[in-house]
């Protein structure tokens, strides 16, 4: 099974400035990537899948890249509505999570 | 809209069933992937398992000894069952519909918290 590694672990950032998570897999694999919001005492919420394509919903501020081993979350000018934590998920496995919080 | 709604007991003692139901409405179930998901109490997200409308299921490795999905199609529910629980057990459980190959989990339910304490 494919294992996931997210960084930062925490990335400190204020309102208006550019978002920049990880996600490192230790398989490569093409582009069946998905990335989740996480906001305390909610559900999940998928933003991007198939690595960069947005979610019904998804502001488009939210992009998403990469292919094989390596992909990236991009948030271009945080809302403070996204400070969260952020997953990416690749079939069965999820990474750790990244969290977004205010500096 | 398609919605997901977990029920089941919340408090659990160590050794006993877990049993969930996720109820499908908005959606027929005979279509895409069913999944449970848990979290532990400050943790990240572990699969646990899916089913199929046919029935075909498959679970996580770590867990598969234990767990259980199934469905019943005339009730568009589908349900988890996890054997002799113990503390670490202790998660919520989130139902959610994947897509074909689980490359993504698109509708979640809102999750129920079971907590397994002697």
């Known amino acids: 099974e494919t294992m996931l590694t997210q960084s930062p672990v925490t990335l400190s950032l204020s309102p208006g400035e550019r978002a920049s998570l990880s996600c490192t897999a230790s398989l490569s694999f093409s582009t069946n990537l998905a990335w989740y919001q996480q906001k305390p005492g909610q559900a999940p919420r998928l933003l991007i899948y198939?690595?960069?394509k947005r979610a019904a919903g998804t502001p488009v501020r939210f992009s998403g890249s990469g292919s094989g081993s390596h992909f990236t979350l991009t948030i271009s000018s945080l809302e403070p509505e996204d400070f969260a934590v952020y997953y990416c998920q690749q079939r069965k496995t999820f990474g750790p999570g990244t969290k977004v919080e205010f500096k | 809209q398609v919605h997901l709604q977990e029920s089941g007991p919340g408090l659990l003692k160590p050794s006993e069933t877990l049993s969930l139901t996720c109820s499908v409405s908005?959606?027929?179930?005979?279509?895409?992937?069913w999944s449970w998901i848990r979290q532990a109490p400050g943790g990240g997200l572990e699969w646990i398992g899916y089913v199929y409308f046919s029935g075909s299921s498959n679970s996580n490795p770590s867990l598969q000894s234990r767990v259980t999905v199934s469905v019943d199609t005339s009730k568009n529910q589908f349900s988890l069952k996890m054997t002799s629980v113990t503390a670490a057990d202790t998660a919520v459980y989130f139902c959610a519909r994947g897509a074909p190959g689980l490359y993504y989990f698109d509708i979640w339910g809102r999750g129920t918290l079971v907590t397994v304490s002697s």
């Open positions: 908005g959606d027929s179930i005979s279509t895409f992937y």
């Open positions: 198939d690595a960069s």
